[in-house]
């Protein structure tokens, strides 16, 4: 009896603690986005902030790869916060997602945006219209004045010299500032 007494207790710690650690959870591969707040009430202190937060959002109402699981059409916690401060955004004021990717697989691109404009519906915009556009992102950016002179600041290019042979000198970037 007194062998009895240990196999019992251990048999009775040791079935839970198995039974827990082989069970699989799929929620956190593929999260439900009713299931999570939106980013903008997730903690608080921060509604100070969402007059600000807001109106850099509309401004570029744009959906990225980073906002998508590598090479697959899920959408990250991250992209259906997104997601989902748009459609409030698009139901208030109107306008589109701009789904920004330097993909080149067109039927990856296509499953993408097919999965923002289904997360769209899930967070309550009208199905029947389209609220995405594969575009650029719509923030200013910069003008191509600037752009050459960054590149000429940091010697990747030299104006009147071939382009495709590479920057000329030395490789080690920007040239000193001088006082």
Do not use: W
């Not at 744009?62 to 989902?84: C, E, K, N, S, W």
């Not at 139901?91 to 080149?104: A, L, Q």
């Not at 219209?129 to 600037?146: C, F, K, Q, W, Y």
């Amino acid at each position: 009896m007194d062998r009895l007494n240990p196999l019992l207790v251990m048999s009775l710690v040791l079935v839970p603690v198995l039974a827990v650690g082989c069970s699989s959870n799929e929620s956190e591969i593929d999260p439900d986005p009713t299931e999570i707040e939106h980013a903008y009430q997730a903690e608080d202190g921060h509604a100070t902030f969402d007059h600000m937060v807001d109106a850099a959002v509309m401004a570029d109402m744009t959906v990225a790869d980073y906002h998508f699981v590598p090479r697959r059409a899920i959408l990250t916690p991250l992209g259906m916060q997104r997601v989902a401060r748009l459609a409030d955004i698009i139901d208030e004021y109107g306008g589109e997602v701009r789904f920004n990717t330097r993909e080149t697989d067109e039927s990856l691109i296509a499953e993408r945006s097919s999965a923002i404009s289904t997360a769209l519906q899930k967070n309550g915009l009208d199905p029947s219209s389209s609220h995405v556009t594969l575009n650029i992102p719509g923030s200013i950016g910069m003008d191509a004045r600037e752009a050459i002179l960054i590149r000429t600041f940091e010697n990747v290019y030299v104006p009147g010299q071939n382009q495709s042979s590479g920057p000329s000198g030395s490789s080690t970037g920007a040239p000193p500032l001088s006082n």
